[in-house]
């Protein structure tokens, strides 16, 4: 009868350990959930900031302003088109 009484609370603290190890076990999961969520928004706030910025770069007046100051380029007074064609291949 001891016996039986000893494997009941063995068994008893067993499940109990158990179910302290899934706990900690959730709780640290969500944990790291959260910090990755965290990192998450962090990097799309970057990359809205970097997509801004490219676009800034992208401008074509700047990109216009670029090339007749810092390369002395020139708009041309005319221009010629050449057409292509199939049979001229």
Not at 1 to 14: E, P, T, Y
Not at 38 to 46: D, I, P, Q, T, Y
Request: proline content about 1%; glycine content about 4%.
């Amino acid at each position: 009868m001891k016996s039986k009484v000893v494997l009941f609370i063995a068994l008893g603290f067993s499940v109990a350990i158990v179910h302290l190890m899934i706990y900690a076990n959730t709780a640290s999961v969500g944990y790291k959930a959260d910090g990755l969520k965290k990192e998450l928004s962090a990097l799309r706030s970057g990359n809205r900031s970097l997509a801004a910025e490219a676009a800034k770069k992208e401008s074509l007046d700047r990109v216009e302003n670029i090339a007749k100051t810092q390369l002395k380029m020139i708009t041309p007074e005319r221009i010629k088109y050449i057409v292509v064609t199939e049979e001229s291949r």
